[in-house]
């Protein structure tokens, strides 16, 4: 027997039903019944009652939509589909009276048509909560009243204490601008301002889009502290387009713009490219450009210098005793080489080649075979216009 369990006094049921075609071996839903189906015949009881009268039987309009049957002795029904896979299932609609009934259950049958199953369907009719006891106690109205009230007044509590905490909390969404901070990597937060006091650590990459400006509160304490990682920088700064990647000033008094300072290694390491305005004390590796003063000992100057203020003998007696007088230059013997075809020649390669195409040579028809100081080796070979009447020749690759 088919179940279900509504509320007693419930409305407007609208309840479906499964009906099994008697002739089929595989439980099949019988399909085509209708309201007024020969044979089909309907009757309830309830608990405590007795068999009602036969039921007349009435059509449904609309599936789904409740339509009250004409009188207590009626029952609306309709198939609802006869297509799979719903062959089999009916619609019914019950009287108000019939879910009022006493009891505490109600049967309602169905059977008489051709092939059709009987079918039954029992509605478990509840009755509304009667709470006579909490936990082994007898309550009374006042008692449920009471206990309600201080769950109540607990409840209110509780809020209004989360209530005060929360408050405080921004109301825009996490993240956002002015919103709580969140954490993750895909987390994306914005700050109009914010003050950070003590000691933090930050772990990837922070961009500050305005630009950052730091004051130290502290005599003679650093306005900033970095230290790099490895071959990593200390400080990377890029500039903008027509802007400059660092901007140190001095202090007002004695304060140093920059000051460089290592255990082992070295201060600044790398180029430095434009004008450098003030003067550098140290030693300068090598400096590539116009230089208007230097105190101290330069190593090497590329480039040509304008003018040298205070040089004197002794300046460069250090220098020039390194390098070679002219009667050096002129007896020193050069070692031999030949530049290849359209490469610019050194003075000694220049001066080879001048002197075996000049002086050792070879003819064999438009073929000119000029030799090493050997005699024998070729140093360059060069074709003529003509093996006759030449009038033009040039060196072969």
Sequence with gaps: MAKLSRKRGIQSQILHVFIQDSSSTVGAGLTGLLFSSAGLACKYINA????????????????GTYQAPTLNTNIRFKEVN?????QGVYEIHVHNDWMNLTGGSLVIMLAGATNMAQFRLEIDLQADVNMTHVAGTTQTAGDLATMITVVDDFVDTEV??????????????????????????????TFATLTVTGATTFTGNVAYQA???????????????????????????????TGIGMNAIGGATS???????????????????????????????????????????????TGAVGSVTG?????????????????????????????AD????????????????????????????????????AAMTFTLNDGTNPTSRNRDP
């Design 48 to 63: 405590g009652g007795t068999l009602s009268g036969a039921i007349t039987l009435e059509d449904i309009t609309t599936l």
């Design 82 to 86: 006869s297509a799979s896979p719903s």
């Design 160 to 189: 209004t204490a989360i209530k005060t905490k929360t408050d405080f909390l921004p109301s825009v969404t996490a993240g956002a601008a002015g919103g709580l901070m969140i954490a993750g990597s895909n987390a994306a937060t």
């Design 211 to 241: 630009g950052i400006t730091i004051t130290q509160s502290t005599l003679n304490g650093h306005g900033i502290s970095t230290t790099g990682n490895g071959t990593g920088a200390g400080i990377y700064t890029v500039g903008g387009a």
């Design 255 to 301: 304060g140093d713009g920059i000051k460089a300072q290592v255990t082992s290694g070295i201060p600044i390491n790398g180029n430095i490219t434009g004008n450098v305005t003030g003067n550098l004390s140290g030693s300068v590796g090598s400096v590539t450009g116009a230089v208007d003063s230097v105190t101290g000992a330069v190593g090497s100057v």
């Design 311 to 339: 040089l004197t003998a002794s300046n460069l007696d250090a220098a020039i005793t390194t390098r070679a007088t002219p009667a050096q230059v002129l007896t020193t013997t050069l070692t031999e080489s030949y530049a």
């Design 342 to 377: 359209g490469v610019v020649p050194t003075l000694a390669q220049l001066l080879f080649m001048l002197w075996s195409a000049l002086a050792q040579f070879s003819i064999s028809g438009t073929t000119i075979t000029s030799q090493k100081l050997d005699g024998t080796t």
